[in-house]
């Protein structure tokens, strides 16, 4: 206590005692970001990216259009990086842009940069370095520069704006990717390479890269392709003992080594021309189209195209007025969506949520929207498809579980999906149920007689959700698939659109 | 409605009267708060305001001297923006205690740059009925004047008294003293469209709590003894130190000398404490339904059902001995909790009488697969049921077996089996032929409390516990009944040298 009696005097002897002069006022620090003073690579990644995310940002605030309501545009995946990006990138590289001067160990890193920056010349000159001071080192190295070379040209290192990294390279990816540059410096050192196995190794990466997507470079395959299949033939015993090593599991057949990589290298090649073969059939009929899907995968023998689609049956109908039944409508491209607000099964896997329950604000938003968008934008460029969601009661909806009916459940659905701009057939199903007893008392859904009736060959019970089924005009399937909410790509939503272009293309010819 | 709610949860009579220093915020003062950054969130989107005022007194006190004495308040103003198209800036991440309008408006501010750091545009809302209404919980009691009241010079005449008891016996003492007091209140303004009153389901009435907690060591100056005791409590009055230091006196005294025994099983009588400690795992267990219900660690997970295509739990099936059951009733006045929005109103029972019957679930799990629309709490407060043997009974009745005042550092080894380890601590006495003989050295125990409870022999009367842990959202007390045990084939794997 008597320490902190002195506290006031002590302090005031102190400010007496101090020299004014020595005082600084204080001032706020400067704020301002300078790329130009950054000193490492990482730092000038890590802004060129941040540069590119905050230009992303405002071009959102200023247009208001959320990527995923608009249809998959492929230009998007060769946009070049914006402008302030570049100028960032740029600024940031000005002291790394004597590219003699800078160490070849540091190519991950800087070519990149140099790309970001517009300093192509620079980038391949780096890069071209590294090549040349590998092949000095041997082969093995060679090989591993130009694989690592043809992943970064291809645009697949780096971890910027969502997209993957292959190989766990952090930062920023070259991008837009230089594919010519892949063929390019794959023409020149592949040759040097004398170790076949690793030539077929690095010719496999670049059909796979053609394939990577929602695009397929048939070019590329057609240049790798028979490349591959003419050293594949030529290896000898202990070559393909090593390839086997390298490219197979435990649990794989060794002796199905050359199987597999025909296979992997035709599947590429032919996956374009089949699918041409598919619509080709599709647009002259159901039947062509069936006995040529059968000749492509003849073991998807419990794939029901070809067959009829089940008649729905609902409690409740929305959205069909008093002409609501049969449905599949006859005459009529459908499309048949089984859609859960919200299933309670969880084994063997969890169904994508979709109307969620809501039990706090965070939750307040819906969870399904990409499913939902697809259906809208099927709807919006397809006013003729006849659209159904198929759904059973669950006994609630978000939160609301008092006196709720299946009509009441019905017309809260469609409200929900109609909010997203998704207009269609509601068919909904009371849905059987018992209570497990003894404390558990958990409700366990009884399958309904449309999704006993849309099984098949299969089990009864919930379908995934968002399993469509398209039907054509005559009432026979023709093509199923999961609208996935959580994929990425819109490679499901481009097929189903050009087989449903076909139905109708066929059925205006026929109308005609 | 609003009104009735909160009035009833918050007992406004006795808060009031506690709150004339502003020790903790009034009802008034948060809704002014709120109603104030509400007011500087322009421009759209939403905001949710969090006010939470608390006080707390302590003293600390080692070998017979006080160390800390403290008398802390502070305000915690948190401040959630999500700017139109912006993502949500996180309640916790603006926070302020200052409470004039600038600097509100900073914090309003702030958190909408953090908002405008990123693109959340939601995914529509949809269209959903208006939120319902979850009528909560009423008349738990958690306030109490005399913890409130329980002024700096108060606690130093407690502790004082409580030391020179100690130093009267020529032994030394630790402890801590500590009072607490904190109001809090909650509002948002997500999905306005949805919305019937002024707060949603989720938000937080006004409310108030307060916990008081006391704990001592009493040691003989060499060492060689050790005592302990301690309770805690929302109410200082149910808090009696006198009696806590002459146990821990007694405690001390007669562990002293203490001899050295072989590790093995033992036939065990479990004071009260010990019994609390030694549940903790398994309590903290009985949370989540959820876990239960899928492939986990949990002790309550029971495997898939390939046929009906679930997951099964072990609700249902007796887990412990028949006698004991595990339940909570809010309106016990030994256990009154700060009840969340949303919870099952009335009593719990998480065990009956040996059986598995309730586990802890969130609102969703309610509303997908039971008949309700409420969550469920795990054992925050609980009472774990008795029978009617006294420990001198159950002393009387051993033929050679230990008595244990309590454990500490106890550490989970297996999820699944609850298997713990842990040591003995402040007193550990052989019992021979119904009699206490002599103290014994501390042991390291590796034992389950499944095991412990499937293996009871006797069981006593239900009586409070320290459990001083505060409640993991909002800070009230979480206490316990625990009765004390006698248990057969109790496992110490090791000596311990400490006391």
């Given at each position: 206590m008597r320490v902190l009696a002195w506290l006031p005097v002590l302090s005031t002897v102190l400010l007496v005692a101090s020299p004014a002069a020595a005082q600084t006022l204080f001032a706020w620090p400067d704020t301002a970001v300078d790329v130009s003073k950054y000193t490492t690579v990482e730092e000038c990644h890590a802004a060129v990216v941040r540069v590119i995310e905050s230009v992303r940002r405002r071009e959102f605030f200023v247009h208001r259009v959320w990527r995923d309501t608009l249809p998959y545009d492929p230009a998007e995946d060769v946009r070049p990086v914006p402008a302030e990006a570049r100028e960032a990138a740029r600024s940031c590289g000005t002291r790394f842009s004597d590219v003699e001067a800078q160490p070849v160990s540091e190519y991950r890193m800087l070519v990149p940069l140099y790309f970001a920056a517009g300093w192509d010349d620079k980038a391949e000159a780096l890069m071209k370095r590294r090549l040349e001071a590998a092949a000095r080192e041997g082969d093995a190295e060679l090989a591993a520069a130009l694989d690592t070379v043809v992943y970064m040209y291809s645009g697949r290192t780096g971890t910027a704006w969502g997209r993957t990294s292959l190989v766990g390279f952090p930062g920023l990816p070259v991008d837009p990717p230089r594919l010519d540059l892949v063929n390019a410096v794959v023409d020149e050192y592949l040759p040097r390479i004398s170790d076949r196995v690793r030539r077929i190794r690095i010719l496999m990466t670049q059909v796979r890269l053609a394939r990577l997507g929602a695009r397929l470079d048939t070019a590329r395959i057609e240049w790798a392709a028979p490349q591959i299949l003419s050293l594949v033939d030529s290896l000898s015993e202990a070559?393909?003992?090593?390839?086997?090593?390298?490219?197979?599991?435990?649990?794989?057949?060794?002796?199905?080594?050359?199987?597999?990589?025909?296979?992997?290298?035709?599947?590429?090649?032919?996956?374009?021309?089949?699918?041409?073969?598919?619509?080709?059939?599709?647009?002259?009929?159901?039947?062509?189209?069936?006995?040529?899907?059968?000749?492509?995968?003849?073991?998807?023998?419990?794939?029901?195209?070809?067959?009829?689609?089940?008649?729905?049956?609902?409690?409740?109908?929305?959205?069909?007025?008093?002409?609501?039944?049969?449905?599949?409508?006859?005459?009529?491209?459908?499309?048949?969506?089984?859609?859960?607000?919200?299933?309670?099964?969880?084994?063997?896997?969890?169904?994508?949520?979709?109307?969620?329950?809501?039990?706090?604000?965070?939750?307040?938003?819906?969870?399904?929207?990409?499913?939902?968008?697809?259906?809208?934008?099927?709807?919006?460029?397809?006013?003729?498809?006849?659209?159904?969601?198929?759904?059973?009661?669950?006994?609630?909806?978000?939160?609301?579980?008092?006196?709720?009916?299946?009509?009441?459940?019905?017309?809260?659905?469609?409200?929900?999906?109609?909010?997203?701009?998704?207009?269609?057939?509601?068919?909904?199903?009371?849905?059987?149920?018992?209570?497990?007893?003894?404390?558990?008392?958990?409700?366990?859904?009884?399958?309904?007689?449309?999704?006993?009736?849309?099984?098949?060959?299969?089990?009864?019970?919930?379908?995934?959700?968002?399993?469509?089924?398209?039907?054509?005009?005559?009432?026979?399937?023709?093509?199923?698939?999961?609208?996935?909410?959580?994929?990425?790509?819109?490679?499901?939503?481009?097929?189903?659109?050009?087989?449903?272009?076909?139905?109708?293309?066929?059925?205006?010819?026929?109308?005609? | 409605m609003r009104n009735e709610r909160e009035s009833r949860r918050a007992r406004p009579g006795a808060a009031a009267e506690g709150m004339a220093d502003r020790r903790v915020l009034s009802r008034e003062e948060c809704e002014s708060i709120l109603e104030r950054a509400h007011g500087f969130a322009r421009g759209g989107g939403e905001t949710r305001v969090v006010v939470t005022s608390w006080w707390q007194g302590e003293l600390r006190w080692g070998r017979n001297r006080v160390s800390l004495s403290s008398d802390r308040r502070d305000i915690v103003l948190g401040i959630e923006r999500k700017v139109v198209d912006g993502r949500p800036s996180g309640t916790l991440n603006v926070t302020t205690n200052q409470l004039d309008d600038g600097f509100i408006e900073a914090a309003v501010r702030a958190a909408e740059r953090k908002s405008l750091l990123g693109i959340d545009p939601g995914w529509g809302l949809g269209d959903y009925p208006p939120l319902p209404e979850y009528p909560p919980y009423v008349g738990a009691p958690v306030w109490s004047d005399a913890t409130f009241n329980l002024t700096t010079e108060a606690r130093g005449e407690v502790v004082r008294a409580m030391i020179a008891a100690v130093e009267a016996e020529g032994l030394l003492s630790a402890g801590y003293l500590e009072v607490r007091g904190a109001s809090a209140m909650s509002k948002g303004t997500e999905a306005p469209e949805l919305r019937q009153g002024e707060l949603a389901f989720w938000d937080l009435p006004y409310s108030v709590w307060t916990h008081a907690q006391l704990s001592i060591t009493v040691r003989d100056s060499t060492g060689g003894g050790s005592g302990w005791a301690a309770l805690a409590s929302y109410d200082w009055n149910r808090i009696d130190p006198e009696a806590l230091t002459e146990r821990a006196i007694q405690k001390c005294v007669a562990s002293r000398n203490p001899v050295a025994l072989e590790p093995g099983r033992y036939t065990v009588i479990l004071e009260p404490q010990a019994v609390a400690d030694l549940i903790q795992p398994l309590v903290d267990s009985l949370a989540s339904r959820e876990d239960a219900e899928r492939p986990s660690a949990s002790p309550w997970y029971l495997g898939p059902d390939e046929h009906l295509g679930l997951h099964r739990s072990k609700l249902g099936m007796k887990v412990v001995d028949s006698r004991i059951s595990i339940s909570h009733d809010p309106s016990d006045p030994s256990l009154g909790i700060v009840a969340a929005p949303m919870e099952t109103p009335g009593t719990v029972t998480w065990i009956d009488r040996g059986v598995l019957t309730n586990l802890g679930f969130g609102l969703s799990t309610d509303v997908k697969w039971l008949e309700g629309w409420h969550t469920l709490r795990g054992p925050l407060?609980?009472?774990?049921?008795?029978?009617?043997?006294?420990?001198?009974?159950?002393?009387?009745?051993?033929?050679?077996?230990?008595?244990?005042?309590?454990?500490?550092?106890?550490?989970?080894?297996?999820?699944v089996s609850l298997l713990c380890t842990g040591l003995t601590r402040d007193g550990l006495w052989l019992i021979e032929n119904g009699q206490i003989t002599k103290a014994v050295k501390n042991f390291r125990f590796t034992e389950s409390p499944l095991f412990v409870l499937n293996n009871v022999e006797q069981l006593g009367e239900p009586v409070p516990v320290f459990r001083p842990v505060l409640h993991p959202f909002l800070g009230g007390p979480m206490p316990a009944m625990v009765p004390a045990l006698k248990v057969r084939d109790f496992s110490f794997t090791s000596l311990v040298d400490a006391v």
């Open positions: 070559e393909k003992a090593q390839l086997a090593d390298e490219l197979t599991g435990f649990s794989e057949d060794k002796d199905k080594l050359e199987e597999r990589l025909y296979r992997e290298v035709y599947r590429a090649i032919e996956g374009v021309n089949q699918r041409r073969a598919l619509l080709d059939s599709l647009r002259h009929s159901t039947a062509a189209y069936v006995r040529e899907f059968r000749r492509q995968r003849p073991k998807d023998v419990n794939v029901p195209y070809g067959r009829p689609a089940p008649t729905l049956e609902a409690d409740v109908w929305l959205g069909c007025g008093d002409r609501c039944e049969p449905r599949p409508t006859p005459g009529r491209v459908s499309l048949v969506v089984f859609f859960y607000h919200d299933v309670v099964r969880e084994l063997p896997y969890d169904h994508h949520k979709c109307v969620r329950v809501i039990s706090g604000a965070e939750g307040i938003r819906a969870h399904c929207p990409r499913l939902v968008y697809t259906l809208r934008r099927l709807a919006d460029r397809f006013p003729e498809l006849d659209i159904t969601i198929v759904t059973r009661t669950h006994g609630f909806f978000g939160y609301l579980k008092e006196d709720m009916t299946a009509e009441k459940e019905a017309e809260l659905l469609k409200r929900w999906l109609e909010y997203f701009g998704v207009r269609a057939v509601i068919s909904m199903t009371e849905t059987d149920y018992w209570r497990l007893p003894n404390h558990d008392r958990r409700r366990i859904d009884e399958p309904t007689v449309n999704e006993v009736n849309y099984s098949f060959d299969g089990p009864a019970g919930p379908r995934p959700n968002g399993w469509s089924v398209l039907i054509d005009e005559d009432g026979l399937i023709v093509y199923d698939t999961v609208l996935q909410p959580d994929s990425p790509g819109s490679a499901y939503e481009s097929d189903l659109i050009e087989m449903i272009e076909a139905l109708l293309e066929r059925r205006a010819a026929r109308t005609t | 407060a609980y009472r774990m049921s008795g029978g009617d043997t006294t420990i001198e009974e159950m002393i009387a009745s051993t033929r050679r077996g230990l008595l244990v005042t309590r454990f500490s550092n106890i550490r989970k080894l297996d999820d």
